[in-house]
C-alpha cells in the first residue's frame, strides 16, 4: 500500500512539474513564434506568355511580379534560352527585370526562381514568346493572280534573309526571282532578272506587312523586247 502510495504522489507531481516548466518556456520566448514568408509564385508581366513581340532593337525587358510580406530585397535565378527547357541565364538577379538580347523570327523560354533573405525558394512556370520577323509573313505558298491574262498559279517564296524573299517558279516557268522587300515604305521590287533562254523580267509593287499580299506590276521581255506587261497579285495561301 505504501509503495501504491508513493506512485500515485510521484503521478501527481510530475504534470504539476511540467506545467511550470512550459509556463517558464513561454515566458522566456515571450509567447511569440516568428514565422518568414517566402516570395509569392512569380507572374508574368512582359512579354506576356505565348505572346509575338515586335521590337526596334536586338534586346528585350523580361519582366516578373512577385511579392514578399517580409519586404525582402528581391533575387531571382534567371533561366532563358531557345530550348523549351532553358538553361541558367543569370544568377541572383536583383530585381523584378532583366534585359535579354533576342534575334528575330525566333521563339524564346524563361522562367525565375526567387529566394528569400532566409534561402526559401519560389519556382515559377516557363514562358514563352516570340520575335516577330516582318519577313515571316511573306514565306510560304501564295496564289499569283494576273488579272488581265485570266490567269493564276501557285508560287512558294522562301526566306532568304531579314528582308529577301526568293522563289524558283516566277511567272509559272521555273525561273527564280528575287523580291527585295522595303519595310518602310511597304514596298518590293525584283530588278532586272535575266532568266533562261533569252527571258528576262522585272517587277515593284506594294506589301501589307499584316497579311503577307503583294501587288505588284511586272514586265516579261524576249530578247530584249516587250513580252507581256500586267499586274501580280500575291495572296498567301
Known amino acids: ?21 512550459a509556463l517558464q518556456s513561454c515566458t522566456k520566448e515571450d509567447g511569440k513564434i516568428t514565422v518568414f514568408h517566402s516570395f ?3 507572374t508574368v508581366a512582359a512579354p506576356l506568355d505565348e505572346a509575338t513581340v515586335k521590337i526596334t532593337g536586338t534586346t528585350i ?3 516578373w511580379v512577385t511579392t514578399d510580406k517580409d519586404g525582402d530585397a528581391p533575387k531571382a535565378d534567371i533561366y532563358f534560352g531557345t ?7 543569370k544568377a541572383a538577379n536583383s530585381g523584378l527585370s532583366i534585359t535579354v538580347p533576342v534575334e528575330l523570327g525566333k521563339t524564346y ?10 534561402g526559401v525558394m519560389t519556382y515559377g512556370p516557363i514562358w514563352s514568346f516570340t520575335i516577330f520577323e516582318p519577313v515571316g509573313i511573306f514565306v510560304g505558298t501564295f496564289n499569283a493572280d494576273e ?13 532568304r534573309d531579314a528582308t529577301t524573299i526568293v522563289t524558283d517558279n516566277y511567272w509559272n516557268s521555273g525561273w527564280t526571282g528575287v523580291f527585295a522587300l522595303n519595310f518602310t515604305t511597304n514596298t518590293y521590287s525584283m530588278p532586272l532578272t535575266n532568266f533562261s533562254a533569252s ?14 499580299k503583294m501587288v505588284g506590276n511586272y514586265t516579261i521581255r524576249y530578247k530584249g523586247n516587250v513580252y507581256e506587261t500586267g ?5 498567301k495561301k
Open 1 to 21: 500500500m505504501k509503495n501504491m502510495k508513493k506512485i500515485n504522489l510521484i503521478f501527481t507531481i510530475l504534470p504539476v512539474l511540467f506545467s511550470l516548466f
Open 40 to 42: 509569392t509564385a512569380p
Open 61 to 63: 525587358d523580361l519582366k
Open 83 to 89: 530550348s523549351n527547357q532553358p538553361g541558367l541565364y
Open 109 to 118: 523560354y524563361w522562367k525565375v526562381t526567387m529566394k528569400d533573405a532566409n
Open 147 to 159: 488579272p488581265a491574262e485570266d490567269y493564276s498559279y501557285d508560287v512558294s517564296f522562301v526566306k
Open 199 to 212: 527571258w528576262s523580267g522585272i517587277e515593284s509593287g506594294t506589301i501589307d506587312p499584316n497579311t503577307g
Open 231 to 235: 499586274v501580280h497579285t500575291y495572296t
